[in-house]
């Protein structure tokens, strides 16, 4: 027995499997990019041909007909045990492109929004698309994006600059939120382009602490016309609503278990390690460390699985979010947060204690860990919400008093 | 949303209600027997009319037919939001019933333990029977029980004290472990009998910290005579097996649903305590330790589900613990210990935390809160393991150094 | 080596010795008056003759002559070694008195403020004056009190009520803050008078989690007259002041002491045990809570300590807190916030993990132990500051927005 | 008023002051540094002219006359603020020349010890002489070198490896442990001798997490020849010994004061940060999290002042270690441990919540707190003991069963 999360549905199974299947080579492959701060363009083809970038393209497309939320993140738990920037950037254009298959299937074959998503789903199976996503500006909460689109004789034009665009060096389209003012009022409006675009830039100024192999660049919009009906409203401006609410919050959790990956990974690492140990067992303190990671692990893995099946629940009863309430909503976002604070905090814990039990060695830099160490802390960053502001923000949900800002 | 725990059997879902239904009156009675360290006789009725007390009896014998462990878990962390030692005392007996359950269902209709368990089952359910369990001996563990049974003409003659002998006060009879020699070697066996059975002394001394309505008191057997079938070998005396590992956990980790109950009351208490208060929202430390309350409890939940969840596929592949090997009792040891060690330590965290939005009023001893801090500190105390030894367990185990004993 | 405080002054030194004499005395009354839920009278009729109840009183007046805070803090937090409730009480009653000892030396010989502090100090060495101090309202914090001091004819009236006075069933005198309106504005003024004062009413309603034996009823003030001079402004009435600032941190760091004291009886209790118990080292985890504790311990020594140093140079540097300003008033308190943060918290932890040491006799309420968690829970509520509130005041001292109320 | 350490002695003052003037030139150089994983050579110029490399040496032979072992951690702490790197390498060098001082003034002028040591420590004040310092190989702790030193005719001739010899590229003279068998049984012994000794050689493979700037590559000594009177015998190899005990508690304890520096360096930039944030005070979680901050920091500098005073008070007592007992030994030594394991995971946990405060900022390379993050988890790894070991060392100590070995 154990506390790892198994699949719920029969495509999360393949899913799984496949990303399985390429932990060795993007293990093999990490610590290159990582010194090289350069994403590795050969992870993103592996998971292109093995199916693993098209798990949310239906089964007919030439997908994987992923549908479970729950399977998903335990996907992203699985490649970060390879390599946590491969992890959560695949995340990204696994999102955009399960919205794409919502399109596909809630509308008529034959409508122009079907045949749209599906022509992209197809690519996406052939491995033509890969989507990067992002929200970030810089001194700037996701409610409040200053890139905008405004009205242009041929559609749209698009300007201003995004922060932490991971997996943009490799990406065929870029999908962000963009402010769009017009008649009916102030606007989070929603957009996907090719990065081919012209007015496009990229900045190419990766260089942090860790997930240094995602490639989350800057890219700048210089006057990017898009067409007309690449723009999709979302929600009001500098607030929040049940779309924002929702959206956030799925797209967001499965990125939470690529930092449950780089623990288990960690806590594999150092297990087997002192498994192999002399006399590990005879220094109280291993098997004591051991267990403090193992109950940290557990928990972990108890509480994102149980997020998992909840949102699984979720889509189900409220027909993909479409029948969820403001309180709902909130509701939601309220228990992310709290998976969110467990699984980042236990994930940085379980690391730092796998580095003791290397004693020295765990501090050098080809010991794995230490970059597990570096990309681990990347989780409290992600938005929303920093644990600076996750305790006010859940106990305001608690109150009742949910925030609109 | 949220992370609250759901029936996942029809039958425990009936369990569960009628446990839910007997809240008010167990919060009621709650105060006045904690102040009289004495066991309420009118809960153990109720729990008998409402039928919960026969929860695992098979619906033909009159019982609700619960076989799922995950929902026996959950109808106790019920009860506890009534009242903890209610709920501590009711589950030693459900798991004594359990078991005859499961002897009536393994044996051929017509075979003696068949008819035997059948009619014990039958006089559960019409409230004649209650089943108090102990294991616990002054200064000893578990696995080196000191009270023992020697060969008789009659049967068998038993000798020694057990403390921490919950419910005993109105139990009809008394289930625990002793120690038998024979040819064989040395063995802890299982025995249940009448607390009419002459040379049964209840020692009336349950003074505790929290806890105090259980009736938890001392039992001492002077030359008990039993029927020579009234005792079943476990395993061997001084050692873990595999069936003392299964019965341990399974018996126990109802009792830590217990505590997650506790902490839920308390949270609930103090959240509806602050949705009322004048100004919550505008202190900045209201909301702030609602949401550490809520993480706490989110984790507890969580890993207790897990737990459930699992036991109940554990035992579904292992026919009822039959086929588990020795590694699969130990990991299952291990994972219990992972969900008591969460969900106590959470627990006593939560009431704390409670207490403090409270402020001084949480403090007096007619606050419900400070019946609560008391009870739950019982939680670290329940064997096996201790907090002291707990962590040193799980290392082993997963060091795959497995303790003999 | 250790982390154990010693005294600073010689007066501090002979000071402590007292309360060190005290300590079995205190210990072997403890547990009758915390389950009889009294105040025991022979505890301070034994800290009268012995000298400590005049710890602060000149010594030319009869007393131990002490002046410094650091070592007020160790005499409080060795008594609590012996009973917790006869620490915190006999703490008021030695913050009253130091008080009147400032007086009598910063005034001139022949002075009526000098001669009147002067001959009340000598009643304090004589055993003849005991002092209760309160500042708790219901639902008030301590800037709000609204028990008012009304002008007439005879000096003042007051009416109100007062809760948790502490030691008030054998005080000879009440200290306590009142509302006072007057022509320049609507103050916080402080006022000592006899308990034999008509209209003063004891409630004998004291039943609490712990700190059973303090007496610390709640007292009503029914058109109590008190002499013109009896009244003291402290500071605007809603506001902090630097008066109160520096006053409320002078009377309740000592306070804090009594809590390091309960866990150094835990910790000190459990370890004799563990030395003396077979197969302690052998038991990993025997050593490993241990440690655990031991560094709690060390942790809450350090601040403690340095709290009371920094207080000792800051009444050198401030003439005694009359030079301070604004901004220090407010460090001050922060710094006191830190030292009852750490204190209190790891005071409450230490107590649990000496429990966890004693397996389920840890649990029975005849161990002390069962006394001590009870006890050292009462820590977090004594105001300002609630844990809810401390860490949001200590933020904006550090913001330097100083809170105004 | 504030936590923060402040010199006992006028020469500490001088150190400290001298410290504190190097920081903006440390600071400044301290990224380039690290990235470049390369010692920077002007910081120890600086730290020569400055006089600070030179703070041990007595006055009479220019240098600052440093005697407190508080005020040395205090100066180390405080060169952190600028460069962790600098102030580790540095801390190491001042450990040799307290020693020599030692010497030098335990000898009578004119006898060869005397001499040999003011002639040396001359050349420290000069700035002729850098001395690194090493005690690590790999896979071994401190009491068992395997580096030995064999008996030649010229003296002696020693070959091994040692591991993290910090400031080795810079070095005139490395200090360290060797084992030596003669006919009175297997010791330690320290020796120091010139790094252009034939037979050194540098393997320049220092990579590592953090503390890239400290030139902590491994050294190789193969049958470097050393004058006879080069080796001093410590204890017996493979055991503690008093002497053992005694000098890395002296030379281990400065170092924590790096950690306790690059958290106060981490804090005051948050905090700085957070005062001229707009809006800063509005978000609850700022200064929240800014008080968990504080108070971390506070229990640091409590706990680590009391451990220099009492080294110190310890020093002078015991005539410098000459009259320290067994249990004293270890008692120092379980002391140490108590502070090392606050400060360091305090420290870890403050740089956590400062990166925290700035946002995805604080995730960039570019921002100093990238830096801190990875030196500050050095900590941990310093011998003796590790997190892992801590624990147990501590616990057996307090039970007294003193390690042996």
């Not at 665009?165 to 939120?177: K, Q």
Request: charged content about 20%; glycine content about 8%.
């Amino acid at each position: 027995m154990s506390y790892r999360i198994s699949p719920v549905s029969p495509e999360g199974a393949r899913a799984v499997a496949v990303a399985e299947s390429l932990i060795p080579a993007l293990r093999e492959r990490a610590d290159a990019a990582d010194r090289a701060s350069r994403i590795e363009p050969q992870n993103y083809r592996d998971m292109q041909t093995s199916g693993l970038a098209a798990a949310f393209v239906p089964e007919e497309l030439g997908g994987l007909g992923l549908r479970s939320i729950h399977d998903w993140i335990l996907a992203i738990a699985t490649l970060a045990k390879g390599d946590g920037s491969a992890a959560i950037a695949i995340s990204m254009h696994l999102s955009a492109t399960r919205g794409l298959a919502g399109v596909y299937r809630a509308n008529a074959p034959g409508s122009a929004p079907h045949e749209r998503a599906k022509s992209f789903l197809e690519k996406v199976a052939k491995g033509e698309v890969l989507i990067c996503s992002t929200t970030t500006e810089r001194g700037n909460d996701n409610l409040h994006p200053l890139t905008e689109a405004f009205a242009h004789a041929d559609g749209w034009r698009i300007n201003g600059t995004k922060h932490f665009v991971t997996m943009s060096p490799l990406a065929t389209h870029i999908n962000t939120n963009v402010r769009m003012r017009d008649g009916d009022g102030d606007h989070i409006t929603n957009v996907l382009f090719p990065m081919a675009t012209p007015g496009v830039r990229q900045h190419d100024n990766w260089d942090a602490l860790g997930m240094r192999a995602s490639g989350s660049q800057s890219i700048s919009f210089d006057d990017c016309i898009v067409p007309v009906d690449a723009l999709r409203k979302i929600g009001p401006w500098g607030q929040w609503s049940i779309a924002v609410l929702v959206n956030r919050t799925l797209a967001n959790v499965p990125l939470v278990g690529a930092f449950l990956g780089l623990a288990e990974a960690a806590f594999d690492y150092a297990l087997a390690h002192q498994r192999k140990a002399k006399g590990a067992a005879d220094r109280a303190g291993v098997p004591n460390a051991l267990a403090e990671m193992e109950i940290l692990l557990a928990t972990s893995q108890s509480i994102l699985a149980r997020m998992g099946e909840q949102l699984d629940a979720f889509m189900a009863q409220s027909r993909g979010g479409a029948d969820c309430t403001w309180e709902q909503g909130h509701e939601l976002m309220k228990d992310y947060q709290s998976a969110k604070w467990v699984v980042n905090r236990n994930a940085i814990q379980i690391v730092s204690q796998a580095m003791d039990l290397f004693g020295g060695g765990g501090f050098m830099a080809g010991n794995p860990l230490s970059r597990l160490y570096r990309d681990v802390r990347a989780g409290p960053f992600m938005q929303p919400h920093s644990p600076i502001d996750a305790r006010d923000y859940v106990g305001r949900v608690l109150l009742q008093q949910f925030p609109e800002r």
